[in-house]
Nanobody, 121 residues
């Protein structure tokens, strides 16, 4: 059983900052790519940022220069530091990871339950 649990969401004023965390637990052998997605009201889920096991990162154009993704492989945690928040960043933020469980020969993809981020103007 593998779980991804997000935390750190909340209500913040425009221009403010939040840090999201996502902790993976369970019978995990290796975590490959980890990512943050978001789904705003009436919108499709979109990729916000991703990071490989080696630390390479990728960002959506809309968050470049404002958001930073990082990970602690020993703790099995991925973070999303968000600054310069805008009302359009309001969304449910989801953690996503490709994980090899003990005995797996290829990774399975897992989602967290999501955490709400609301940015007021």
């Amino acid at each position: 059983q593998v779980q991804l649990v997000e935390s750190g969401g909340g209500l913040v004023q425009a221009g403010g900052s939040l840090r999201l965390s996502c902790a993976a637990s369970g019978s995990i052998r290796v975590i490959d790519a980890m990512a943050w997605y978001r789904q705003g009201p009436g919108k499709q889920r979109e990729l916000v940022a991703s990071t490989t096991n080696g630390g390479d990162t990728n960002y959506a154009d809309s968050v470049k220069g404002r958001f930073t993704i990082s990970r602690d492989n020993a703790k099995k945690v991925v973070y999303l530091q968000m600054s310069g928040l805008k009302p359009e960043d309001t969304a449910v933020y989801f953690c996503n990871a490709d994980i090899y469980r003990s005995g797996d020969w290829r990774p399975n993809n897992y989602w967290g339950q999501g955490t709400q981020v609301t940015v007021s103007s």
